[in-house]
């Protein structure tokens, strides 16, 4: 039995180096070498060049002066990484529907002369709830009440927009989509 002891935790030593240091250190060495924004998770910066949230996550704006994303499922804290799920509320459940009545007041509060109809994205969250981005009608929707709230023109605010909507992936997947984050930079920027 003891012979087999020496081999065992020469063994075990010798994977605990190789698994638990060489490799996470290789394979981190590679990332920051080869993807160092998503090594350092997808981080974006104001204009003072502090991190202000990553491209990956939504991040909560209720001011006027900015667009708004999806709603966050995530509670008690809006886009709370930690607690990443949807809602799980089925469609005639009726906390969902008084959640999405309550969206929508807010939305005609914020802005009480669009008459649009409100985009379904703007008013139901993610299957995550951690979402960054919102169709180019949600952004186009709320143009109007961040141009007053900025007394910039709208057409200038749509051509922004229009700059930071990213197409399809390889032009087949998914849809037409505006990282919020990104747009409320550039926007901050501006003044």
């Not at 075990?12 to 920051?32: K, R, S």
């Amino acid at each position: 039995m003891v012979k087999h002891f020496k081999p065992a935790v020469i063994l075990f030593a010798l994977l605990t180096v190789l698994t638990g240091v060489i490799y996470p250190v290789v394979v981190t060495g590679l990332a920051q070498l080869l993807f160092p924004n998503q090594a350092n998770g997808s981080l974006m910066k104001a204009g003072n060049g502090k991190p202000t949230g990553s491209s990956l996550i939504g991040q909560p704006f209720s001011s006027p002066g900015h667009f708004w994303g999806r709603p966050s499922a995530t509670g008690p804290f809006p886009n709370n990484a930690g607690a990443s799920s949807g809602s799980n509320l089925g469609p005639t459940n009726p906390a969902l529907v008084d959640a999405v009545k309550a969206r929508i007041d807010a939305l005609k509060a914020a802005d009480p002369d669009n008459k649009a109809p409100v985009p379904v994205d703007l008013i139901t969250a993610s299957g995550s709830g951690l979402d960054p981005h919102i169709s180019p009608a949600a952004a186009d929707y709320q143009v109007n009440r961040v141009a007053k709230a900025h007394k910039i023109d709208p057409a200038k605010l749509r051509e922004m927009v229009q700059t930071h909507t990213e197409a399809r992936q390889w032009s087949v997947f998914g849809e037409p989509r505006v990282n919020v984050l990104s747009l409320n930079l550039a926007l901050d920027a501006m003044h």
